[in-house]
């Protein structure tokens, strides 16, 4: 079986020293993850936090350098972000198309940072999926034989 992954599929030092390369087929090594992955320069970057952006959006400049705005859900969206899972995206498609090509089953991780926590998108996307237009689950029990941790 091929085990596939693109874009940040698990927090630097989570699994413990980082070895998630490990955990992937050769096809997905090193894993793809589009922009600054801060675990990669362990010298250059004090914070392990996994990834910096490819470009900075206007409002976390404004809020981690300048110090002149605080970050909201209603302020923080910024269409600059959807760029990185664009390139996460492609990447996966790849290794798709690769798959095939190979022949054998495969498992395909993508991992895309929005939406993310706060979740933040634009203020049509709210629009268009209102909390009343979202049905919510009847479940109240996790399913059967589903592990304890």
Known sequence: MLSLASGKTYHPKLPPAYDSNHSWSSMSVPVHNPCWNTADFPKEFKFQDGGLPCVFCPIDIANRVLHTTNVSVANEYCPIDAFEDTLTISH????????????????????????HMPWQASHEDFAKHTNASIALTTLTQPPTRMPES
């Not at 090509?101 to 940072?113: C, E, N, Q, S, T």
């Open 92 to 115: 996966a498609v790849s290794l798709l198309q690769q798959a095939k090509k190979a022949d054998r089953p495969f498992y395909l991780a993508v991992g895309l940072h929005k939406p």
